[in-house]
T-cell receptor
Framework: IAGITQAPTSQILAAGRRMTLRCTQDMRHNAMYWYRQDLGLGLRLIHYSNTAGTTGKGEVPDGYSVSRANTDDFPLTLASAVPSQTSVYFC?????????????FGQGTRLTVV | AQSVTQLGSHVSVSEGALVLLRCNYSSSVPPYLFWYVQYPNQGLQLLLKYTSAATLVKGINGFEAEFKKSETSFHLTKPSAHMSDAAEYFCAVRSYNQGGKLIFGQGTELSVKP
């Protein structure tokens, strides 16, 4: 089934450790996004990529980095995790050639930093 | 800048009753608007979207929404609630920058009582 795959589905991570959340899409969408979801705050954009080879900062980029080496993959890295990064992380993709096209979401990664 | 506001973080209805979830948007340009649903421990799934083709938009699972420019609203309705409708609902507007990201409201949790 076409869509977005995120890994891992959940993780408990010690503070100070490095972690990469993986995201792969098979819809050949040009744009990809990473959001974090926190209770009462909805979804907030961390980083985005318009197309392979380009990335940009969203609303809450501090402590996170991304890369977009190809169309399909958009990994999110926490260089040195802190407890405030405990959250549910969603990867999404969209074909932004048509603004009416919706974004498609993965199932999320639940990250707990202790 | 574009934004959306969802009125009411929690709505409770009885099974068979009308569901009304409120969303107001702010946009200086004609907006693309979306409603997503999130079931527990799952990703976001598109319910419906407004793309300017018609002001009354019908979505999946019997939901519909009406775009009212004069009220800057895009409220979600369903004539008769079902127990399976219990979930978190997010209204979103597409941004014209940052990779065409979706800007989300804080979400409304819908509870359905038997």
């Amino acid at each position: 089934i076409a869509g977005i795959t995120q890994a891992p589905t959940s993780q408990i991570l010690a503070a100070g450790r490095r972690m990469t959340l993986r995201c792969t899409q098979d819809m050949r969408h040009n744009a990809m996004y990473w959001y974090r979801q926190d209770l009462g705050l909805g979804l907030r954009l961390i980083h985005y990529s318009n197309t392979a080879g380009t990335t940009g900062k969203g609303e809450v980029p501090d402590g996170y980095s991304v890369s977009r080496a190809n169309t399909d993959d958009f990994p999110l890295t926490l260089a040195s995790a802190v407890p405030s990064q405990t959250s549910v992380y969603f990867c999404a993709s969209s074909d932004t050639g048509d603004g009416a096209t919706e974004a498609f979401f993965g199932q999320g990664t639940r990250l707990t930093v202790v | 800048a574009q934004s959306v506001t969802q009125l009411g973080s929690h709505v409770s209805v009885s099974e068979g009753a009308l569901v009304l979830l409120r969303c107001n948007y702010s946009s200086s340009v004609p907006p693309y608007l979306f409603w997503y649903v999130q079931y527990p421990n799952q990703g976001l799934q598109l319910l419906l979207k407004y793309t300017s083709a018609a002001t009354l938009v019908k979505g999946i699972n019997g939901f519909e929404a009406e775009f009212k420019k004069s009220e800057t609203s895009f409220h979600l309705t369903k004539p008769s609630a079902h127990m399976s409708d219990a979930a978190e609902y997010f209204c979103a507007v597409r941004s014209y920058n940052q990779g065409g990201k979706l800007i989300f409201g804080q979400g409304t949790e819908l509870s359905v009582k038997p």
